[in-house]
Every structure is written in C-alpha cells, then in structure tokens.
Nanobody
Framework: VQLVESGGGVVQPGGSLRLSCVAS????????MHWVRQAPGKGLEWLSR????????YYADSVKGRFTISRDNGKNTVYLQMNSLKPEDTAVYYC?????????WGRGTQVTVSS
C-alpha cells in the first residue's frame, strides 16, 4: 500500500493550491478517502472525506466552503482543492484511508500560507 501526496508549497493568504494523493497497492475504488492535516505543534485535524464513487463529501467546519475534495478512480487519485487559504491553514497535509481497522497514511505534503 502506498499513498503519495503532492502539490504543497508556499502561498500567500487568499491564494489557492491543489493537493493530489496517488494511491497504489490496493483497490482504490473500494474505499472512502480522507484528508487530514497537522499544524506545527498541534494534533491531527480531520478535514474531509469522500465516498467510493465521489458522490458524497463531508468537511470539517474549519474548511467548509473553501476546500473541495474530489477523486478520479481511473487515476487512483484523490484531490483537495484549497481556496481562500489562511495562515492558520499552514500544516502538513496527509491523505488517508482505513482498511480492516488499520489506518494508512502517506508522508504528507507541506502547505505554508504566508505573506
């Protein structure tokens, strides 16, 4: 199983980024996918999840209306479109899924929002 996040970087407040997470080693379409982040000195914060076919999406209040999760099952990829970024969005962003009570994570991608 492998999850590889990309798309992070440094962006000014109000800017946008699109994160990608490419999955391999499991049947991607069989699982809900999640995005989670960890800000410096803080714990993990769940952000969003998407069902297998991409028809149901849920968001944390902190990102609702600004972030959009999507997936392309043909490319085994889940995305997180992040708009109207704020300094408090600075964090390492991870994609995640759960299988048989085990949680799988990528290495994350750093997002820094700073002027």
């Amino acid at each position: 199983v492998q999850l590889v996040e990309s798309g992070g970087g440094v962006v000014q407040p109000g800017g946008s980024l699109r994160l990608s997470c490419v999955a391999s080693g499991f049947t991607f379409i069989d699982y809900w996918m999640h995005w989670v982040r960890q800000a410096p000195g803080k714990g993990l914060e769940w952000l969003s999840r998407i069902n297998r076919l991409g028809s149901n999406k849920y968001y944390a209040d902190s990102v609702k209306g600004r972030f959009t999760i999507s997936r392309d099952n043909g490319k085994n990829t889940v995305y997180l479109q992040m708009n109207s970024l704020k300094p408090e969005d600075t964090a390492v962003y991870y994609c995640n899924f759960i299988r048989a009570r085990a949680s799988y994570w990528g290495r994350g991608t750093q997002v820094t929002v700073s002027s």
